[in-house]
């Protein structure tokens, strides 16, 4: 039996090309497998976050209307006080006297109170944004992740070994910004986010 010695070569050549395959798919495989691990444990946090948008938006827009409401019964107050004082005269009787201090009181009470609802609804908006913030960590990590999955996914059908490493990029970014949101990093590319928004 002859022995082709171009056969051996093509077939040694095809045995560490097909080595070479299996040793890139393990090591997209692998790379994949630790990205979907990550965007899971980002997304539980984000997740969480998302929530705690919602509560501050909500407990916003609660503040808000009572700060209305209280400056509503201060308007009416103060009307009140007026025609009060209007009807008084120059020499008010006693119970119009305490009727006058009762809706001066009355009065400041309500701004008192409209003033409190104020702050607290600049601290709900404040919380939001810095919740925000984080958000939007979360949604350049998805992105990229995504991204870099795509191209792995590429590169385990072309077995481009240069896709691998551009993949690497996105992924380095995801894995950056995913940090960033569960950490508390202040990474935040404000103008990709203004482009995005």
């Not at 939007?136 to 077995?159: G, K, P, R």
């Not at 490493?165 to 380095?172: C, E, G, K, L, R």
Request: aromatic residues 8%; hydrophobic residues 45%; contains cysteine.
């Amino acid at each position: 039996m002859e022995i082709d010695p171009m056969a051996s070569v093509e077939e040694t050549d095809e045995v560490k090309q097909n080595a070479a395959n299996s040793s890139l798919n393990t090591y997209v495989a692998i790379t994949v497998a630790l990205l979907a691990t990550f965007i899971g444990i980002c997304k539980v946090k984000d997740d969480n976050i998302c929530q705690a948008m919602q509560q501050a938006q909500a407990d916003k827009l609660d503040h808000w209307s009572f700060y209305q409401a209280r400056n509503i019964r201060e308007d009416i107050a103060q009307s009140t006080l007026e025609e009060i004082q209007l009807s008084a005269g120059p020499s008010p009787s006693p119970e119009l006297n305490a009727a006058i201090k009762r809706y001066e009181a009355r009065n400041a009470e309500q701004s008192a109170k409209k003033e409190e609802l104020k702050q607290q609804a600049e601290a709900d908006q404040a919380t939001y944004e810095s919740l925000n913030y984080r958000d939007d960590q979360f949604d350049l990590s998805d992105a990229s992740i995504a991204l870099a999955i795509s191209l792995l996914a590429v590169t385990a059908l072309t077995h481009k070994r240069w896709l691998f490493w551009i993949a690497v990029v996105p992924t380095s970014y995801g894995v950056v910004m995913g940090f960033a949101g569960l950490l508390g990093w202040h990474i935040h590319p404000d103008a990709l986010m203004k482009l995005l928004s």
